[in-house]
């Protein structure tokens, strides 16, 4: 015999409420103006010699912000990064002296910023329904880098010895990866290539880590005048990303080329499949405009004439396999920090040139796992974005794939990186609630029905 019982709705609340009461009113919106504040005025923190350094501040204030905020809708897979966050603190125990402590805090706090910024860009975006607007920040960004890459051809032997510089104790400001970070150069330059060449990298102290920041920005850059169809912002945008090629090009970050080549590919396959003409255009676009920059450019030659007269790929082999080498005995948690050998001849320390194998050897083989798969699911949800500037933005995951064995992350790349996802999620979530209207950008409202 079944018995069915139904429950009523009472009149009224049992603790004598009114049941009209109004509900709770929403959460206040979070505003824009600190991620123009940290994005926009890279130029200046890197003359201040703060770049690195204060970017983690920048987080702390975010995340003060979301926590006045409350009721913060999180994206997903962040659960896996809180492991991944928590694994990397646990590694600290493996750390040789007190005095790595210091890099190895900034790299913490530069992982725990990707995810605060993450997470703010994500509510900004989905509160607003204006995945536009949230990527004006990086669009600010993209024109400090533009320029800092034309100081960087313009006057190839800029340097400075900044404020943070000469404030650092001797102690602190000695450390090599410190002076790296605080004393900045327009450049590098390496006399044993057969062309010897001016490399731009500001505002990174290295180049590697301009052609990285390059690949990641330029599908939100994109994405954004796909967005907005009109305005001052977007002209703009459209002149520089031709301008933008000759600091880029003149980098000869090899990886920075095959990650976009993938990017591409990847967006015009799904392009095809998907029959979306836009897409597949404004690839098409891309890949004349950096063809005729080739012409005036031959990144080619001057790319084999410095892999000719180096001996980075045997540097970088040798350091991978020392990596894979120590991690046997201490596969948990790893070695806290990259460390020096006098097993390898390359100049830099066992645990870098390459996010994969920092993280596998500082912070153990569990810490790569959630690292990896964190960015696997990402690209995955955001593959299921349908709109022009929802596929751009989806293939930023796919280049920090690609880039990961040879580019280091732990820095405000992976910042920068994260903004780009973040976008994505929100707008194909976006897509998802709304299927038969198109992301509009702010000028023209939330959403506008599709023609």
Known sequence: MTVSVTVALASSEPDGRDSSASPAPPPPRLPRWPLLIIFGLVPLWWLAGAFYLIWPLFGAVLLALLIVRGRVPLPPATGIWLLFLTLVLLSATQLPSPVSLLPFGLRLGHYITALVVAVYVYVYARERADVAGALVPICAFWF?????????????????????????????????????????????????????????????????????????????????????????????????????????????????????????????????????????????GVLVIA??????????????????????????????????????????????????????????????????????FSHGIPALVCFLAWFVIVTLKTARARSAPGQWLAVVPVICLVQMPFYSMADPNITIAYVGVAAAIALAEQEARHPNVRPAGPRAGAVAVAA
């Not at 057969?194 to 500001?202: E, G, H, K, Q, S």
């Open 144 to 284: 400090g880098l533009v320029a800092l890459g034309w100081l960087g051809v313009l006057a190839p032997r800029f340097a400075l010895i900044t404020p943070v510089e000469m404030l650092l104790p001797g102690g602190i400001g000695g450390h090599p990866y410190m002076q790296d970070l605080v004393h900045i150069n327009a450049t590098e330059y390496s006399e044993a290539a057969l062309n010897p060449i001016y490399r731009p990298t500001a505002p990174f102290p290295y180049t590697n880590n301009y052609g990285s920041a390059y690949a990641m920005t330029l599908p939100c850059v994109v994405a954004y005048t796909m967005l907005c169809r009109r305005g001052l912002l977007r002209l703009a945008l459209l002149i520089s990303m031709p301008l933008s090629l000759a600091p880029a090009f003149l980098t000869l970050n090899r990886v920075m080329f095959v990650s976009l080549g993938v990017g591409l590919a990847v967006l015009g396959v799904r392009a095809a499949l998907r029959g979306n003409v836009r897409v597949g255009a404004s690839v098409v």
């Open 291 to 360: 063809g005729l920059a080739s012409l005036v450019i031959p990144v080619a030659e001057l790319i084999n004439n410095r892999v000719e007269s180096s001996d980075t790929n045997t540097d970088r082999f040798s350091l991978y396999a020392e990596v894979i080498r120590r991690i046997g005995d201490s596969p948990w948690l790893g070695y806290g920090a990259p460390v020096t050998v006098d097993t390898v001849t390359a100049e830099v320390p066992v645990g870098t040139q390459g996010q994969i194998w920092m993280v596998l």
